[in-house]
Each structure stands twice: as C-alpha cells, then as structure tokens.
Nanobody, 123 residues
C-alpha cells in the first residue's frame, strides 16, 4: 500500500500559478501510476492529468492541456502538478491518486487517494 499527502493548494488570482505536490510513503513509489483529479462543489470527481511509472506517458484533460504540467520524481517519491494561467473554473479540491499497472484517466480505477488540497482561483 501507499499513503499520499497533497500540498501546495491555496488562493490565487486568475492568470496566476500554483504548484501542487503529492508525497508518497509506504510501498515502492515507482511501481505506481499516478494521477491528479479534481472535484468542484456539486460536481463529480474528474480527471486532470495522469503519469506513468516512468513519467513517459502524461495524458491531460482538454481543459488543462497547455496550462498544467504533471511530473514525478521517483527518487523523492513525489508527484507534482504545475498549474499556470489559472482560471476560476479550475477552482476545486485537487486529489492525487495511485494505482498499480497502467495509468488510466478513470478515477474509479485508482486504489489509493490523498486527502485533497483546495485550489481557489478568483476572477
């Protein structure tokens, strides 16, 4: 099993930037595909970006493509989400998640979740 802790959320103006981190502990981090998902009030949890174990495969949701960058440092057991040009519609609780085997954009396929970090973008 792996335990996940997100950090880096906060309040930012539209057009600003934030970097989220997801620190892992427990099992071997490099065995896990990782993902960022978000959930806004009254909405379902949605895919933002995922990353394969090696970091070579990084699909993004269309809504964040070109603005967000997912990355991971297996030596530090940490995954990141660099968010640029933030928009009010990016406001949500952001969760990191982990699963064995292939990365997928389906949140239901992920076995391990962090507690979430709030990102609020003001207009």
């Amino acid at each position: 099993q792996v335990q996940l802790v997100e950090s880096g959320g906060g309040l930012v103006q539209a057009g600003g930037s934030l970097t989220l981190s997801c620190a892992a502990s427990g099992d071997t981090f490099s065995n896990y595909a990782m993902g960022w998902f978000r959930q806004a009030p009254g909405k379902e949890r949605e895919f933002v970006a995922v990353i394969s174990q090696s970091g070579d495969d990084t699909p993004y949701a269309d809504s964040v493509k070109g603005r967000f960058t997912i990355s991971r440092d297996n030596a530090k057991k940490t995954m990141y989400l660099q968010m640029n040009n933030l928009k009010p519609e990016d406001t949500a609780v952001y969760y990191c998640a982990a699963k064995l085997l292939l990365a997928t954009t389906w949140p239901i396929k992920y076995n391990f979740w962090g507690q979430g970090t709030q990102v609020t973008v003001s207009s």
